[in-house]
């Protein structure tokens, strides 16, 4: 496995690893439990937009270091900030994770120990997620005295459905990973959902990239769309794929009777 991180050096507060096509990003400030900071913020979404331009990447996973997945917003950095950083920093986690659901590869939240507030809605925005079943998750930040501020007011309702998402957000209650999956939120829960992560991400990697990512596109977009245009989304992206050569590819491996080589183009 390679190892990529912006210093090289293993306090960097995101970490970037990629195994073949598929990309593992780790939050990297175990003894804080991955609280996230501003410097992590911006760290993250750096190697967020990186990620969205690279053709040798199919599938990217999120997971943290240590014994936290992530707990959220630092609040030991926000007892010091003045209220425009606050709106700063809401803006930046918000944008962040907006940036992580628009990735054109699939995304997989791989969550153990801790996922609360920040963190939960970390795993909202990727398209999948598995946790170890002891985990422990949910919207916690009513009982801070404030909402959900990056996507859990939003992503939340839509997974789960409005009446269950409210209890959740409102009573701040902190669920189990059986739970969870009982409830829609999770893919699949065990003793290791990185591996878990890592089983999906490589099966969904065989596959043509240009046809996933623009199937994850129809797919998002038309669902807050109606039918009739969520059907022209459809129509659009296949539209896209047309000519490229990976759909020939595609075609002459099965008339050759082998696997097909995609490249992404």
């Excluded at 009982?143 to 009573?171: C, D, N, V, Y």
């Excluded at 039918?227 to 794929?241: D, F, H, K, W």
């Amino acid at each position: 496995m390679a190892e990529e991180n912006r210093d090289n050096e293993s306090s960097d507060p995101v970490l970037l690893e990629t195994d073949g096509p598929v990309a593992i990003v780790a939050l990297n400030r175990p003894e804080a439990m991955n609280a996230l900071n501003f410097e992590t913020l911006v760290c993250l979404g750096d190697i967020v937009e990186d990620l969205r331009g690279r053709r040798d990447i199919r599938a990217v996973i999120f997971t943290g270091k240590g014994r936290a997945f992530c707990v959220g917003a630092d609040l030991k950095e926000r007892r010091t900030l003045d209220e425009w950083q606050v709106r700063r920093n809401v803006r930046k986690i918000r944008d962040v994770f907006t940036a992580v659901e628009h990735l054109p590869q699939p995304t997989i939240a791989a969550i153990h120990g801790y996922a609360f507030g920040g963190g939960f809605e970390l795993a909202l925005a990727c398209d999948f997620r598995f946790a170890a079943e002891e985990t422990v998750m949910g919207l916690t930040e009513t009982s801070l005295a404030i909402i959900p501020g990056a996507g859990g007011t939003q992503r939340l309702p839509r997974l789960i459905g409005p009446m269950r998402a409210k209890e959740l957000i409102f009573t701040a209650r902190r669920i189990r990973a059986p739970e969870a999956y009982d409830l829609g939120i999770l893919t699949g829960f065990g003793s290791d959902p990185v591996a878990e992560a890592r089983r999906l991400a490589k099966e969904i990697a065989e596959n043509g990239p240009l046809a996933v990512a623009q199937a994850k596109f129809a797919i998002d977009r038309g669902l807050d769309a109606s039918l009739a245009t969520g059907l022209e989304i459809e129509s659009s992206a296949y539209e896209v794929l047309i000519p490229t050569r990976d759909r020939v590819e595609a075609l002459e491996a099965f008339k050759e009777k082998r696997p097909p080589r995609f490249r992404g183009e």
